[in-house]
Protein backbone atom coordinates (compact mmCIF):
# COMPACT_ATOMS: atom_id res chain seq x y z
CA UNK A 1 0.00 0.00 0.00
CA UNK A 2 2.69 2.38 0.90
CA UNK A 3 4.82 1.64 -2.36
CA UNK A 4 1.38 1.96 -4.48
CA UNK A 5 1.34 5.51 -2.56
CA UNK A 6 4.45 6.69 -3.60
CA UNK A 7 4.20 5.38 -7.42
CA UNK A 8 0.94 7.37 -6.97
CA UNK A 9 2.85 11.00 -5.86
CA UNK A 10 5.97 10.47 -8.41
CA UNK A 11 3.29 10.34 -11.63
CA UNK A 12 1.68 13.53 -10.41
CA UNK A 13 4.83 14.85 -9.70
CA UNK A 14 5.81 14.24 -13.49
CA UNK A 15 2.83 15.27 -14.87
CA UNK A 16 3.12 18.79 -13.21
CA UNK A 17 6.79 18.62 -14.17
CA UNK A 18 5.67 18.27 -18.29
CA UNK A 19 2.81 20.73 -17.78
CA UNK A 20 5.31 23.68 -16.09
CA UNK A 21 7.68 22.76 -18.87
CA UNK A 22 5.13 22.79 -21.73
CA UNK A 23 3.87 26.33 -20.42
CA UNK A 24 6.93 27.47 -20.30
CA UNK A 25 8.29 27.90 -23.49
CA UNK A 26 8.52 31.54 -24.55
CA UNK A 27 5.91 32.58 -27.26
CA UNK A 28 6.55 31.67 -31.04
CA UNK A 29 6.81 35.13 -32.64
CA UNK A 30 5.08 36.34 -35.28
CA UNK A 31 6.65 36.15 -38.93
CA UNK A 32 6.48 39.39 -40.71
CA UNK A 33 4.42 39.73 -43.65
CA UNK A 34 5.84 39.68 -46.69
CA UNK A 35 6.92 43.14 -48.97
CA UNK A 36 4.56 44.21 -50.72
CA UNK A 37 5.08 44.74 -54.38
CA UNK A 38 4.95 48.16 -53.97
CA UNK A 39 7.73 47.99 -51.46
CA UNK A 40 9.53 45.55 -53.66
CA UNK A 41 9.57 47.96 -56.54
CA UNK A 42 10.43 50.98 -53.84
CA UNK A 43 13.40 48.88 -52.62
CA UNK A 44 14.45 48.67 -56.19
CA UNK A 45 14.30 51.78 -57.34
CA UNK A 46 16.13 53.14 -54.40
CA UNK A 47 19.25 50.29 -54.87
CA UNK A 48 18.83 51.39 -59.44
CA UNK A 49 18.66 55.33 -58.64
CA UNK A 50 21.71 55.12 -55.67
CA UNK A 51 23.72 58.22 -56.07
CA UNK A 52 27.31 56.84 -57.57
CA UNK A 53 30.99 57.92 -56.32
CA UNK A 54 33.60 59.58 -58.43
CA UNK A 55 37.25 57.91 -58.37
CA UNK A 56 38.13 61.14 -55.98
CA UNK A 57 35.47 60.09 -53.63
CA UNK A 58 33.24 62.95 -54.70
CA UNK A 59 29.28 61.74 -54.35
CA UNK A 60 27.59 62.05 -57.82
CA UNK A 61 24.16 62.11 -59.16
CA UNK A 62 22.01 59.03 -59.76
CA UNK A 63 21.52 57.55 -63.45
CA UNK A 64 18.21 58.33 -64.66
CA UNK A 65 17.84 57.17 -67.93
CA UNK A 66 16.24 59.91 -70.60
CA UNK A 67 12.88 57.53 -70.91
CA UNK A 68 12.25 57.56 -67.23
CA UNK A 69 12.79 61.28 -66.42
CA UNK A 70 9.05 61.38 -66.60
CA UNK A 71 8.25 58.64 -63.91
CA UNK A 72 11.28 59.49 -62.16
CA UNK A 73 10.74 62.86 -61.17
CA UNK A 74 6.44 62.82 -60.95
CA UNK A 75 7.23 60.17 -58.27
CA UNK A 76 10.42 62.28 -56.56
CA UNK A 77 7.98 65.22 -56.93
CA UNK A 78 4.90 63.90 -55.16
CA UNK A 79 7.88 62.99 -51.78
CA UNK A 80 9.47 66.39 -52.43
CA UNK A 81 6.95 69.30 -53.13
CA UNK A 82 8.95 71.84 -52.12
CA UNK A 83 8.28 75.19 -54.13
CA UNK A 84 10.61 78.19 -52.67
CA UNK A 85 14.40 78.15 -53.17
CA UNK A 86 17.04 80.46 -52.71
CA UNK A 87 20.21 81.28 -54.57
CA UNK A 88 22.80 82.56 -52.47
CA UNK A 89 26.07 84.90 -54.05
CA UNK A 90 28.80 86.80 -52.56
CA UNK A 91 26.04 89.48 -53.61
CA UNK A 92 23.21 88.76 -51.50
CA UNK A 93 20.47 86.42 -51.87
CA UNK A 94 17.55 85.71 -54.57
CA UNK A 95 14.48 83.80 -53.44
CA UNK A 96 12.58 82.11 -56.06
CA UNK A 97 9.24 80.43 -55.97
CA UNK A 98 8.60 77.37 -58.38
CA UNK A 99 5.51 77.02 -60.41
CA UNK A 100 3.36 73.29 -59.89
CA UNK A 101 2.07 74.02 -63.11
CA UNK A 102 5.55 72.67 -64.43
CA UNK A 103 6.01 69.48 -62.74
CA UNK A 104 8.61 67.94 -63.92
CA UNK A 105 10.76 71.36 -63.70
CA UNK A 106 10.12 71.86 -60.35
CA UNK A 107 10.79 68.57 -59.39
CA UNK A 108 13.83 68.09 -61.28
CA UNK A 109 15.21 71.40 -59.93
CA UNK A 110 14.62 70.71 -56.47
CA UNK A 111 15.91 67.35 -56.60
CA UNK A 112 19.58 68.72 -58.19
CA UNK A 113 19.09 71.36 -55.28
CA UNK A 114 18.79 68.62 -52.36
CA UNK A 115 21.62 66.58 -54.37
CA UNK A 116 24.60 69.43 -54.42
CA UNK A 117 24.53 69.74 -57.92
CA UNK A 118 24.46 73.60 -58.01
CA UNK A 119 27.45 73.84 -55.01
CA UNK A 120 30.33 73.92 -57.54
CA UNK A 121 28.43 76.15 -60.39
CA UNK A 122 28.47 79.59 -61.01
CA UNK A 123 26.72 82.51 -63.03
CA UNK A 124 28.50 81.82 -66.25
CA UNK A 125 26.57 84.33 -68.51
CA UNK A 126 25.43 87.70 -67.54
CA UNK A 127 24.13 90.18 -70.48
CA UNK A 128 22.74 93.96 -68.68
CA UNK A 129 19.41 94.31 -69.25
CA UNK A 130 18.52 90.99 -70.50
CA UNK A 131 19.73 87.56 -68.34
CA UNK A 132 21.36 86.46 -65.74
CA UNK A 133 22.23 82.52 -66.54
CA UNK A 134 23.68 80.16 -63.60
CA UNK A 135 24.61 76.40 -63.13
CA UNK A 136 27.96 75.55 -64.93
CA UNK A 137 31.18 75.65 -64.45
CA UNK A 138 34.72 74.70 -65.82
CA UNK A 139 35.25 72.21 -62.91
CA UNK A 140 35.73 68.71 -63.05
CA UNK A 141 33.08 68.08 -60.79
CA UNK A 142 30.47 69.99 -62.59
CA UNK A 143 30.62 67.45 -65.70
CA UNK A 144 31.22 64.67 -63.90
CA UNK A 145 28.16 65.29 -62.02
CA UNK A 146 26.29 65.96 -65.50
CA UNK A 147 27.33 62.59 -66.79
CA UNK A 148 26.72 60.55 -63.96
CA UNK A 149 22.88 61.57 -63.98
CA UNK A 150 23.19 60.70 -67.89
CA UNK A 151 22.60 64.27 -68.82
CA UNK A 152 19.18 63.57 -68.71
CA UNK A 153 16.77 66.85 -70.57
CA UNK A 154 13.74 67.74 -70.02
CA UNK A 155 10.39 68.16 -72.45
CA UNK A 156 9.33 71.38 -73.40
CA UNK A 157 6.21 72.95 -71.21
CA UNK A 158 4.99 76.02 -72.12
CA UNK A 159 2.71 77.82 -70.28
CA UNK A 160 -0.52 79.68 -71.48
CA UNK A 161 -0.41 83.21 -70.89
CA UNK A 162 3.04 83.17 -68.88
CA UNK A 163 5.77 85.28 -70.83
CA UNK A 164 9.17 85.88 -70.47
CA UNK A 165 9.13 88.86 -68.15
CA UNK A 166 11.43 90.90 -65.10
CA UNK A 167 12.34 88.29 -62.70
CA UNK A 168 11.11 84.93 -64.35
CA UNK A 169 12.98 81.85 -63.93
CA UNK A 170 14.08 79.88 -67.37
CA UNK A 171 15.45 76.45 -68.25
CA UNK A 172 18.12 77.02 -70.99
CA UNK A 173 18.66 74.74 -74.17
CA UNK A 174 20.69 74.02 -77.00
CA UNK A 175 19.39 76.16 -79.71
CA UNK A 176 21.42 73.90 -82.50
CA UNK A 177 20.77 70.09 -83.63
CA UNK A 178 18.39 70.13 -81.42
CA UNK A 179 14.96 68.97 -83.34
CA UNK A 180 13.56 67.60 -79.89
CA UNK A 181 13.61 71.28 -78.43
CA UNK A 182 14.98 69.47 -75.53
CA UNK A 183 15.63 71.80 -72.25
CA UNK A 184 18.57 71.54 -70.20
CA UNK A 185 17.80 70.90 -66.65
CA UNK A 186 20.86 71.90 -65.06
CA UNK A 187 21.20 75.79 -66.48
CA UNK A 188 18.81 78.43 -65.86
CA UNK A 189 18.60 81.99 -66.42
CA UNK A 190 16.65 85.07 -64.49
CA UNK A 191 14.95 87.77 -67.33
CA UNK A 192 15.87 91.41 -66.49
CA UNK A 193 12.95 92.42 -69.23
CA UNK A 194 10.59 91.34 -71.02
CA UNK A 195 11.87 89.20 -73.70
CA UNK A 196 8.99 87.97 -76.34
CA UNK A 197 11.60 86.53 -78.56
CA UNK A 198 12.12 83.92 -76.11
CA UNK A 199 8.61 83.07 -75.24
CA UNK A 200 7.83 79.59 -76.95
CA UNK A 201 11.36 78.54 -76.53
CA UNK A 202 12.70 78.43 -73.47
CA UNK A 203 10.41 76.88 -70.54
CA UNK A 204 9.61 79.21 -67.32
CA UNK A 205 9.12 77.24 -64.59
CA UNK A 206 9.15 79.85 -61.42
CA UNK A 207 10.03 83.61 -60.67
CA UNK A 208 12.00 85.46 -58.69
CA UNK A 209 9.81 86.62 -55.47
CA UNK A 210 12.98 89.28 -53.68
CA UNK A 211 16.31 89.99 -54.55
CA UNK A 212 16.43 91.55 -58.37
CA UNK A 213 18.55 94.09 -56.86
CA UNK A 214 21.12 91.31 -56.20
CA UNK A 215 20.77 89.90 -59.79
CA UNK A 216 21.00 93.27 -61.62
CA UNK A 217 24.43 93.87 -59.36
CA UNK A 218 25.45 90.25 -60.66
CA UNK A 219 24.42 91.48 -64.75
CA UNK A 220 27.00 94.58 -64.19
CA UNK A 221 30.20 92.45 -63.66
CA UNK A 222 32.80 92.73 -65.94
CA UNK A 223 32.85 89.57 -68.28
CA UNK A 224 34.95 88.46 -71.03
CA UNK A 225 33.88 88.09 -75.05
CA UNK A 226 31.60 85.30 -74.28
CA UNK A 227 29.76 87.12 -71.24
CA UNK A 228 31.44 84.51 -68.88
CA UNK A 229 32.24 86.60 -65.67
CA UNK A 230 36.11 87.27 -65.59
CA UNK A 231 35.97 86.49 -61.49
CA UNK A 232 33.82 83.57 -60.57
CA UNK A 233 30.58 84.22 -59.03
CA UNK A 234 29.70 81.32 -57.28
CA UNK A 235 26.29 80.23 -56.47
CA UNK A 236 24.70 78.08 -53.48
CA UNK A 237 21.21 76.62 -53.75
CA UNK A 238 18.95 75.87 -51.16
CA UNK A 239 15.63 74.60 -50.54
CA UNK A 240 13.27 76.97 -48.62
CA UNK A 241 9.72 75.71 -48.09
Known amino acids: MKSMWICLCMLVVLVS ?9 PPQKE ?10 EEESLAEFYKPRVSYEGDTLLSYIPQDSVKAF ?3 YGKRNPET ?10 IDMELFTETPIYRASFIYLIKNGYFDETVVYRTVPRFIVQAGHSDNKITAEKRTSAGNYK ?14 TLSSAKQWEDNPEDWHNPFDFFISLRATDHLDGEHTIFGRVT ?6 EKISQVETDTAEWPLIDV ?3 MSVLE
Open 31 to 40: EAPPPSKEEQ
Open 73 to 75: FTR
Open 84 to 93: KVRMSTKYGD
Open 17 to 25: CKDTTADSK
Open 154 to 167: LEPNFLPNVKHAYG
Open 234 to 236: YIK
Open 210 to 215: SGMEVA
